[in-house]
């Protein structure tokens, strides 16, 4: 399988790699029978986590914890300065935040965590030194994942989550759709994006698949099992990613995506209309997620 590319940070940019995603879940099992045998990802035997799924090299990039109640993410920082750096600033501007319990970073297999809200309250975890593993992966299904690749986040306060993420944490906006915006923290087009709501959450987890071909295999794949396709087969004019999103367990949604764009180191931040050519260009709509509803929510 691809491995995930490591890149180096620019000197404004102390956000490594999204690292990993914790969903809270009610009865584990199912979720647990999805990871492997939908997503295509692989079990993690373990004592701390039962319920731990590997998509690439590293340790780990989903997570079912038992004893969560509400989802996260964890972005890897650079190094110990710029962690008290962002812990600091956090304080500062306002943002609730706490460094993580020696537990807490081994039940995350990190040294270090911040453990923050944004001003919408959605959790990210900011860790340093992520465990990897030193055995290659090996996924449940021939699903052609190649790793964890973006989130997409629910965001009631815009302004103050962008200066989290852009102030604070060093993130680049590559492109906005009406008041959607895209945030790269690497050299591809995004990690996150953020979306309008009323609440706080995911969107979707989305993992990167080699080809198109493997993406429209995925496609007919959940069709066959009558997992519901909620949006797509599609494409992003923005950042030319081609997706196909469906739903999972317990109200979560998952996404495979093929084709994100490297960012230009002289990109500008674009503007697209708020319409629905302009969240997907092959003129797939979304019934059932309201942020990708031009003019829901927006």
């Given at each position: 399988?691809?491995?995930?590319?490591?890149?180096?940070?620019?000197?404004?940019?102390?956000?490594?790699?999204?690292?990993?995603?914790?969903?809270?879940?009610?009865?584990?099992?199912?979720?647990?029978?999805?990871?492997?045998?939908?997503?295509?990802?692989?079990?993690?035997?373990?004592?701390?986590?039962?319920?731990?799924?590997?998509?690439?090299?590293?340790?780990?990039?989903l997570?079912?914890?038992?004893?969560?109640?509400?989802?996260?993410?964890?972005?890897?920082?650079?190094?110990?300065?710029?962690?008290?750096?962002?812990?600091?600033?956090?304080?500062?501007?306002?943002?609730?935040?706490?460094?993580?319990?020696?537990?807490?970073?081994?039940q995350?297999?990190?040294?270090?965590?911040?453990?923050?809200?944004?001003?919408?309250?959605?959790?990210?975890?900011?860790?340093?030194?992520?465990?990897?593993?030193?055995?290659?992966?090996?996924?449940?299904?021939?699903?052609?994942?190649?790793?964890?690749?973006?989130?997409?986040?629910?965001?009631?306060?815009?302004?103050?989550?962008?200066?989290?993420?852009t102030?604070?944490?060093?993130?680049?906006?590559?492109?906005?759709?009406?008041e959607?915006?895209?945030?790269?923290?690497?050299?591809?087009?995004?990690?996150?994006?953020?979306?309008?709501?009323?609440?706080?959450g995911?969107?979707?987890?989305?993992?990167?698949?080699?080809?198109?071909?493997?993406?429209?295999?995925?496609?007919?794949?959940?069709?066959?099992?009558?997992?519901?396709?909620?949006?797509?087969?599609?494409?992003?004019?923005?950042?030319?990613?081609?997706?196909v999103?469906?739903?999972?367990p317990?109200?979560?949604?998952?996404?495979?995506?093929?084709?994100?764009?490297?960012?230009?180191p002289t990109?500008?931040?674009?503007?697209?209309?708020?319409?629905?050519?302009?969240?997907?260009?092959?003129?797939?709509?979304?019934?059932?997620?309201?942020?990708?509803?031009?003019?829901?929510?927006?």
């Amino acid at each position: 399988m691809t491995s995930v590319k490591q890149w180096t940070t620019s000197p404004r940019c102390p956000l490594i790699q999204l690292c990993y995603v914790r969903l809270a879940v009610q009865i584990p099992q199912p979720a647990a029978a999805f990871a492997t045998e939908v997503l295509g990802l692989q079990h993690v035997p373990n004592d701390l986590e039962p319920f731990l799924y590997r998509s690439d090299e590293r340790y780990y990039s989903l997570c079912f914890p038992r004893d969560a109640d509400r989802p996260s993410i964890g972005i890897e920082i650079s190094d110990e300065q710029e962690f008290d750096r962002i812990a600091q600033d956090l304080a500062s501007g306002g943002f609730r935040g706490r460094e993580a319990t020696k537990d807490e970073c081994a039940q995350r297999f990190v040294r270090r965590a911040l453990i923050v809200e944004d001003a919408t309250g959605n959790e990210i975890d900011l860790v340093l030194r992520p465990a990897r593993s030193g055995r290659r992966y090996f996924p449940s299904r021939d699903a052609g994942v190649t790793g964890l690749q973006g989130v997409g986040l629910r965001s009631r306060a815009i302004k103050d989550d962008l200066k989290l993420w852009t102030t604070i944490l060093g993130a680049r906006i590559t492109d906005r759709v009406g008041e959607i915006t895209y945030l790269g923290i690497d050299q591809m087009h995004h990690r996150v994006a953020l979306y309008p709501s009323d609440r706080a959450g995911l969107v979707y987890v989305s993992y990167g698949v080699e080809s198109l071909d493997a993406l429209m295999q995925n496609h007919y794949f959940a069709e066959e099992r009558q997992i519901r396709i909620l949006h797509g087969p599609g494409r992003e004019p923005a950042s030319g990613q081609m997706f196909v999103r469906f739903a999972g367990p317990e109200g979560y949604v998952f996404s495979y995506g093929h084709g994100l764009r490297d960012i230009e180191p002289t990109h500008r931040p674009r503007q697209f209309t708020l319409e629905a050519s302009s969240l997907c260009e092959w003129g797939s709509q979304c019934a059932d997620i309201v942020e990708l509803q031009p003019g829901a929510g927006h």
